[in-house]
Nanobody, 122 residues
């Protein structure tokens, strides 16, 4: 059974940094893991994703500010969030897609974690 557990959310002022972690387990197949976020009243938005081979893509809204990485030995995926803005506020979900193509940046995934809240104040 796929399990995804996020941690590291919290409150931060604009311009600050946060690092989110996703502990993943139970995969029988893995094509990509990524992060989505959802603001109140809005649809989920894909933020970043990384494939098992290390191919990385970002949403335009976070390029140059967020960095996704993975520690395969520990089965952890990180999202380093720098120069955060109030519009980055939302619930951040770790998500996994077992087979290509990776749909995370389209806002879709097969498996989701419970989420961790990120609040950026101006």
């Amino acid at each position: 059974q796929v399990q995804l557990k996020e941690s590291g959310g919290g409150s931060v002022q604009a311009g600050g940094s946060l690092r989110l972690s996703c502990a993943a387990s139970g995969f029988t197949r893995n094509y990509c893991v990524g992060w989505l976020r959802q603001a109140p009243g809005k649809e989920p938005e894909g933020v970043a994703r990384i494939t098992g081979s290390g191919d990385i893509k970002y949403a335009d809204s976070v390029k140059g500010r967020f960095t996704i990485s993975q520690d395969i030995s520990k089965n952890i995926v990180y999202l380093q969030m720098d120069s955060v803005k109030p519009e980055d506020t939302g619930m951040y979900y770790c998500a996994q897609v077992p087979d290509a193509p990776c749909s995370v940046l389209a806002g879709r995934a097969n498996y989701w974690g419970q989420g961790t809240q990120v609040t950026v104040s101006s």
